[in-house]
């Protein structure tokens, strides 16, 4: 029986350690359905045995079952080069090949502003979140975040509450929703014309791993991202780092010099993010909304290969605790950067610690 377009994107998301923009130009090449069926052609490809075999003799059962998930919860599934696919998410370095969302896939290509921060907020901040999602959506605009507890709750509730459209981007298959207290608030999101998408097949766990690469499509999906209370060492900042690299804007909210909560903020106003107070900062500076990426990203990719901590990382196997010896941050923060630039194609994790990868 013929193969699917959506089963060979499927095929393709599965091709092991091959970083998702030598994917895309391997279709630009050759096309997607002749990477799939011309054993001669692949043999050619400067691929490892296992790439290899993953375009030669895919899993198609998998691929099947995964479909099957996929329609029992109620979920479609979005591949690349569908028409619905959001350009702005098709923009950025690494974007997920494939999408599976619930709900109306029309606010894929909405103007977005992505709302994050704290899972552990104060109720000032809570506050703020809502405040500001509320007055966002009376401009126009859609609430993008993340589902979790605190500010994105938060966040997405404003909207709700101004009879608005909200984006949930989850880091699990949409057959669970985490945290389950939020099963709930993910039913109000779609019963109110909204969307909750992620780049993970059913049956897809909740896994620290997940959550930056989750954090890389909320802001992928934006014009710009407001960050409200947030540590240093957060997630909320890693999405902002990622806006960064996508060149979209990013807005800070400041707080209290005793706050925690506020020097995450505080910082990124110190490295240039725009302080807001009042929501006419961020419609301001979001007047030209084109749906089309700053190229501001392109001088972001560039300054990824100036970056200390990969220069750390070998061109043959350097173990974990090496990178971590090498550099002055803690083995958290190294982790999360690690998973960043393999997100970026620049590094590769292997048995025994990571491998740096030659970008050509």
């Known amino acids: 029986m013929p193969k699917t377009h959506q089963e060979y994107w499927l095929a393709l998301k599965f091709v092991p350690r091959l970083a998702v923009h030598k994917k895309l ?24 045995a296992s790439q290899r075999s993953a375009f030669t003799h895919p899993d198609w059962g998998k691929i099947e079952k995964i479909i099957g998930k996929s329609l029992s919860c109620q979920s479609e599934i979005i591949c690349f080069d569908d028409q619905r696919y959001p350009k702005l998410l098709q923009a950025i370095y690494d974007p997920p090949l494939v999408l599976f969302i619930q709900g109306d896939s029309k606010l894929l290509n909405t103007n977005q502003i992505a709302i994050v921060g704290s899972r552990s907020a104060t109720v000032s901040g809570r506050d703020s979140a809502g405040k500001f999602s509320y007055q966002l959506v009376e401009h126009n605009l859609v609430i993008t ?23 949930a981007v989850v880091a699990t298959g ?3 929703v985490y945290p389950s207290r939020h099963k709930l608030l993910s039913q109000e999101i779609l019963q109110s014309g909204g969307l909750i998408v992620s780049e993970f097949v059913p049956g897809t766990l909740p896994k620290a791993g997940h959550f930056p690469k989750r954090n890389r499509i909320i802001s992928g999906l934006s014009q710009g991202v407001l960050v409200v209370e947030a540590e240093v060492r957060s997630g909320s900042l890693i999405t902002a780092r990622c806006a960064l690299e996508q060149g979209r804007d ?11 909560l506020a020097k995450g903020c505080h910082w990124l106003i110190k490295q240039g993010a725009a302080l807001v107070d009042d929501v006419t900062d961020i419609v301001g500076e979001l007047a030209v909304l084109n749906n089309q990426p700053s190229t501001k990203e392109n001088n972001c990719q560039q300054d990824l290969f100036n970056d200390p ?5 070998e061109y043959e196997v350097t173990p974990i605790d090496i990178v971590v010896s090498r550099n002055t941050l803690p083995v958290e923060v ?17 048995p025994g610690g990571y491998i740096r990868l030659n970008r050509g």
């Open 145 to 167: 975040s993340g589902m979790a507890l605190g500010i994105d709750a938060a966040a997405h509730r404003g909207a709700l509450q101004a009879k608005g459209k909200t984006i």
């Open 25 to 48: 130009a391997l279709v630009e090449t050759y096309g997607l359905i002749q990477l799939f069926q011309s054993p001669e052609l692949i043999i050619t490809c400067k691929l490892t």
């Open 174 to 176: 949409l057959d669970k």
């Open 250 to 260: 990013v807005f800070a909210i400041p707080g209290s010099i005793n706050n925690s």
């Open 309 to 313: 901590l990969l220069a750390s990382v």
């Open 334 to 350: 190294v982790l999360t950067r690690l998973t960043m630039l393999e997100l970026k194609g620049h590094v590769v994790a292997v």
